[in-house]
């Protein structure tokens, strides 16, 4: 065929009869008077034929040099769809309110199936020119309507074709990007088949073998059965109390860390981060380092009990529970000290083997009698279905067999490669006999403030239930709420234990004694002394370890009295092996027969007990100091000297060894030689003596309280001061705990401590009720009323300088330590009755730590000093930022700036200007300003004037800056910004760091 007819007059005849065809079907509903209907349809019909003609002639004329577009079809059935609805227009079958409407929807489907067809085959460079038809009739219409004065269908009109428009002239761009959109659609379907197809495949067959395996029900029934109860190894605990591991176990936080940056210490600082054992688990379909994990902490951290959580979650199917993504896998559980001597025999069996063989013999000691089918395990393993938890590579005491372990397990990881492994040690264990498979590492952090109490409500919730032989109800909540509640006040109010709480296995022997003997501290020579035999003896022998220190709990502890009490006197902690050798060493003889050497002692005593630290190479102290305390007031009662300490009655140093030397003594002798020796620290001793000790003579007792209670209302100014800074001393030796860097004190200060700090410092800052600088007489030990915000700060920085005069506090180390007011959440979450009284003019005493750096700056700004404080802010972000020999930052500098030195110094000057000044105040002012960390100048002019360093036009030099409270809101800090960076940067780390 011609090109010529191919290419133009095919498609302008199909054009032309389209034309026809529709102005025939315009005729339809409403058919002319002079042509009849019948002629109309039939000419219709003739139309119809001779386009479908056409289109075959223009189709064959194609199909040699191109592809046929078919897509005229489709375009015929809008052409289907206006018959459809003209027919039952013809008919008078439609109702008259919906006539119009059907009228114009039979026109519109008819117009479109007439252009369609013709334009779908027409050469592409025509059709490109005839689609622009569309927003021309688009801009023809629009203008029909204004002609007509129809505003409102003129602008939809118009609109309607700017977005035609819009759209014909970036169809290249959509035809692409569904066209990308197409691809990616399909691959995700593909992909998604696939999976789907092998997750269906999975799970019917883990469901076929699940229902077909008898065996794996009843294994997993012995396990719930093994590991259901909450086992407190050597402990003492009261009667048959065995709670449900489930219901007093708290998850365990983790930590990634090299293993030579673990610490083996047995009470360790709180630390942040919530990671659990769960979110690595769940994370091993991504990560398949997570397939190799070894998890290590020192003593007493819970490893053991987290594995039997691991088992027995596993066992009830409840891991969907601990996490939504927890993999669904078998639970192996493997105490290496049971079976070291089958894995370093020289026919060593492979893991399925040694598995099977274990569950066959442990089964044996149950109702349930297992017997694993053969090649259970070992097609379990292969197919990486199981969770292999091996406890304990520490507990295998001899060092050649642990290397031995060690690498037996690293075997068995090479021959299952899909199976998920975890294994637990003590620090020392592992660094001796370190996998070559390179595991995971993570270290078991410390409990904190929640999850103590979390563990003592628990705790005591179980114990009540099954005190009190009844179900959980209401009277046994409010039961065990009671003991729980009285338990943590008192861990709160001591450092000591505090500290001792964040150690699972410590927290469980106080939560122990305290159930058993119903007080602490009172009972805390009792607790020590659980302490020391639990670690020294009980623990190993109930696990059934054998140590070659052939020496009883009584025996070591012997030894470690005669070293404690020795550094006491020489006011130390640390000692080198060979300088405590030469103190153990006349003992540790009488104890062993010389069958114990003093370096084996130190290092048994460090590794399995946890009693002793080696801090640093060569350099040992005891895992606490109060441990070191009790030890020595063991030694000096077992000795009947106490001399020693009557000696030390006005020594600071000893005062925790006395108060435990009092609670097992009377203490007659001990105030006697405070009396005799008045001094601050020796009648603060004294009245802990009063209130611990076992026993006094009522005529001192007599004598302590006068001296102390009747001076406090003295008008002999050095017996009133003894008195009234014995009252402070021991308040500040009893603040609750909030966490590791914040405590809180639970009384207001009195009117005769406040007179100490007028005393002390000579300022006329008393209240204006007072009549003179002496408070009312009968009110010493009435709280302090009508000091205001300024005033009451002034009193913390005092009081921060006289604590550290009375030793309560180190002027200088890593942390310094500070008092403040609290803030109003931390009042309300650890609210006393006093507060509704004396909250707003009052001084209720926060301590708080901060590094030493920010010391000079926090003591600038509690002093109102804001212009020191200024400049000290700008020094110390310099230090931190590392950019003091330069004297300047950039916006990198900013950037990067370390989110808790940021906090730090917001929260300092937020609190001393009580919300006035601060980065985070401004930072709130610049964006309510609509600041963003892109610099617009408008917008800073806007923050200059905001916050008052713009006058006019004119920024303010720093000569020109108020610096004092009248200020305007956010004026200060201001040296830091002016000198360095612009406030959009800081905004915008201010908020990423969420502060």
């Known amino acids: 065929m011609p090109k010529i007819i191919k290419a133009w007059l095919l498609p302008l005849l199909l054009i032309s009869s389209n034309g026809v065809l529709g102005w025939l079907i315009n005729q339809l509903p409403s058919t002319p008077k002079d042509t009849p209907p019948e002629v109309i349809i039939s000419l219709t019909g003739v139309c119809i034929v001779v386009q479908f003609i056409l289109t075959l002639l223009s189709s064959e004329a194609q199909q040699n040099s191109a592809p046929v577009n078919q897509n005229w079809v489709g375009g015929l059935l809008p052409l289907l769809g206006g018959v459809i609805l003209a027919v039952p227009l013809y008919l008078k079958l439609v109702p008259a309110e919906v006539i119009t ?116 029900a009843q294994y997993y029934k012995n396990l719930v059965n093994t590991y259901r109860t909450y086992r407190t190894q050597g402990l003492k605990t009261p009667g048959a109390f065995t709670p449900d591991l489930e219901k007093v176990f708290v998850p365990l ?72 993504q927890a993999p669904k896998l078998i639970p192996v559980l493997l105490y290496l000290r049971k079976i070291r001597n089958q894995i370093t025999s020289p026919q060593s069996p492979s893991l399925a083997q040694l598995v099977t063989e274990v569950v066959k013999t442990e089964s044996q000691e149950s109702s349930t009698k297992l017997d694993p089918p053969s090649q259970w395990f070992d097609d379990r393993l292969k197919r990486g279905k199981c969770l292999v938890m091996l406890d304990g590579l520490d507990e295998v005491a001899d060092i050649n067999q642990r290397q031995l372990v060690s690498q037996w397990v690293d075997a068995q ?8 492994f975890l294994l637990t040690s003590r620090p020392y264990g592992y660094q001796e006999a370190q996998l070559q498979h390179q595991p995971f590492s993570l270290e078991v952090q410390p409990f904190n403030l929640k999850q103590m109490e979390e563990f003592i409500n628990n705790w ?108 006491m006197e020489n006011k130390t902690r640390e000692f080198t092996p060979d300088v405590g050798g030469q103190i153990i060493q006349q003992q540790l003889s009488a104890v062993s027969g010389n ?45 009947n000297n106490e001399q020693i300490l009557t000696n030390n009655i006005n020594d600071s140093w000893w005062d925790e060894t006395i108060r435990l030397y009092a609670a097992k003594n009377d203490t007659s002798n001990l105030i006697k030689a405070a009396l005799h020796n008045r001094t601050i620290i020796s009648l603060s001793i004294a009245y802990d003596c009063l209130q611990e000790g076992r026993s006094v003579a ?110 309560l506090s180190t002027p200088i180390d890593e942390l310094a330590t500070h008092y403040r007011l609290p803030r109003e959440e931390e009042r309300n979450q650890h609210s006393i009755n006093d507060d509704k009284l004396f909250a707003e003019s009052g001084i209720r005493a926060v301590r708080f ?8 700056l926090a003591h600038d700004l509690l002093s109102g000093e804001w212009q020191k404080a200024d400049e000290e802010t700008y020094q110390v972000m310099l230090q931190v930022a590392g950019r003091e020999s330069q004297n300047y930052f950039d916006s990198e500098d900013i950037e990067n700036f370390p989110c ?96």
């Open 595 to 639: 069958k114990v050497g003093t370096n084996d002692f130190f290092k048994h005593i460090e590794q399995v007990s946890g009693l002793l630290l080696e801090k640093q190479q060569g350099i040992y102290e005891f895992a606490h100091k109060s441990f070191q305390e009790y030890l020595a007031a063991v030694e000096v009662q077992e000795r």
């Open 253 to 324: 936080r983790m930590a990634s860390k090299s293993p030579v940056q673990m610490s083996s210490a047995l009470i360790q600082k709180e630390t942040t981060g919530d990671l659990k054992i769960w979110d690595f688990l769940a994370g091993i379909p991504t990560r398949h380092t997570y397939r190799r994990m070894v998890i290590i902490a020192p003593p007493g951290y819970g490893k053991t009990t987290l594995l039997e959580h691991l088992t027995l979650a596993y066992a009830q199917n409840t891991q969907r529970r601990q996490h939504p």
């Open 101 to 216: 409407v059907f009228s114009y929807a039979s026109m519109s489907l008819f117009a479109l199936g007439a252009i369609l067809p013709p334009v779908l085959i027409l050469p592409e460079a025509l059709r490109k020119w005839l689609v622009w038809l569309i927003p021309g009739a688009g801009v023809f219409t629009t203008f029909h309507f204004i002609r007509k004065n129809q505003p409102d269908a003129a602008i939809v009109s118009l609109f309607l074709t700017v977005i035609v428009t819009l759209l014909l002239l970036t169809k290249e761009f959509f035809i692409k990007l569904i066209t990308e959109l197409s691809a990616i659609w399909e691959q995700w379907q593909r992909d998604g088949a696939v999976s789907v197809a092998d997750w269906f495949k999975r799970t019917v067959e883990d469901w076929w073998s699940e229902s077909t395996s008898q065996f794996q």
């Open 460 to 567: 005591y919730l179980q114990n009540e239930v099954m005190r009190q032989a009844r179900k959980e109800d209401a009277g046994v909540r409010a039961d065990a709420k009671r003991k729980a509640k009285d338990l943590i006040e008192r861990i709160k109010n001591k450092p000591a234990l505090a500290a001792m709480a964040l150690n699972p296995l410590l927290l469980t022997m106080i939560a122990t004694v305290h159930d058993n003997r119903g007080a602490l501290p009172g009972a805390r020579v009792e607790l020590y002394a659980e302490i020391c035999e639990v670690l020294l003896a009980r623990r190993q022998q109930v696990k059934g370890i054998d140590y070659p220190i052939p020496l009883n709990a009584a025996q070591k502890q012997s030894v470690l009295q005669v070293l404690a009490l020795y550094l």
């Open 698 to 807: 009522p005529q001192v007792r007599q004598r302590l309280e006068r001296v102390l209670e009747a001076n406090l209302e003295s008008s002999n100014p050095q017996l009133f001061q003894i008195a009234a800074e014995v009252k402070l001393i021991r308040q500040l030796s009893n603040l609750v705990r909030i966490d590791e860097k914040l405590e809180i004190d639970n009384n207001y200060i009195t009117c005769a401590e406040y007179q100490l700090f007028l005393d002390d410092t000579g300022e006329a800052l008393q209240p204006q009720h007072w009549q003179n600088n002496r408070f009312p007489a009968g009110d010493a030990k009435k709280p302090i009323t009508g000091i205001s915000w300024e005033n009451a700060n002034r009193f913390c920085v005092w009081l921060k300088s006289w604590s550290e005069k009375q030793g």
């Open 413 to 420: 990881m090479r021959v299952y490669p899909e199976t998920t």
């Open 900 to 995: 808790d030195d940021l906090r730090i110094i917001d929260n300092l000057w937020v609190y001393a200007s009580k919300g006035h000044f601060g980065f985070s105040v401004q930072k709130k002012i610049y964006q309510e300003l609509g600041g963003t960390k892109k610099y617009n100048e408008k917008i800073w002019n806007a923050f200059g004037d905001r916050v008052g360093w713009r006058k006019g036009e004119d920024w303010l030099d720093i000569d020109r800056i108020t610096f004092g409270i009248s200020a305007g809101m956010g004026h200060l800090p201001v040296c830091g910004i002016v000198k360095g960076f612009g406030i959009s940067s800081l905004a915008h780390r201010l908020a990423e760091c969420n502060i």
């Open 849 to 856: 730590k901060i590094p030493s750096r920010y010391n000079q």
